[in-house]
């Protein structure tokens, strides 16, 4: 089974249990948190992946890991679990379904709307009341600047991009002059 099969079963498993448990917000929360710390400490990942530290050992510094960043008893055991399976280096892939399955399960989505210039914060709260209206979701827009689109806007949401840029259209125009 590919890893990200694996991160996705048990970032569901986990959405649910969230569900039932009131703390969705929570975990995400705190599987981020984990995870960016494991990602970002080379010795950690390289102590976790390494078969000359025991298992005993592995468990002991997961567990002060775990008092340091106060997490709580359900993402702790998964790390448990993750690592006497020998999945934790599969917890970045997990943190991010998670998040996606945590999202859907709350009715938000997350696009990125890419700009050839600065847009203000009545510029930005249109585009993002415009975004809810369609889709009948909450929104939290994540705003980037790309001079190479000279001006309009690109918006990309999950999968499925939205291209109002002038590139494109001067694209598109030179496209047409050359097929005559």
Do not use: C, W
Not at 35 to 41: G, N, R
Not at 100 to 112: H, K, M, N, Y
Not at 147 to 164: A, E, H, N, W
């Amino acid at each position: 089974m590919s890893t990200n099969a694996i991160a996705k079963r048990y970032a569901k498993a986990l959405v649910q249990i969230g569900s039932e448990a009131g703390s969705v917000e929570g975990f995400n929360g705190e599987l981020s948190r984990f995870s960016t710390v494991l990602t970002d400490s080379r010795e950690l990942s390289a102590i976790f992946a390494n078969p000359a530290y025991g298992i005993e050992e592995k468990k002991e510094i997961l567990k002060d890991l775990v008092a340091k960043l106060s997490i709580s008893p359900m993402i702790s055991n998964l790390m448990m679990l993750l690592l006497e399976r020998g999945r934790l280096s599969v917890l970045p892939q997990i943190a991010e379904n998670y998040g996606v399955f945590a999202d859907e399960l709350s009715g938000v989505i997350r696009p990125t709307l890419s700009s050839g210039l600065p847009l203000d914060a009545a510029q930005v709260e249109e585009i993002k009341g415009a975004l809810a209206k369609s889709t009948g979701k909450k929104v939290e827009l994540k705003v980037v600047v790309d001079p190479s689109l000279i001006g309009g806007v690109v918006t990309q949401i999950g999968d499925k991009v939205f291209d109002g840029s002038v590139r494109t259209q001067l694209a598109n125009i030179q496209d047409i002059l050359q097929k005559g």
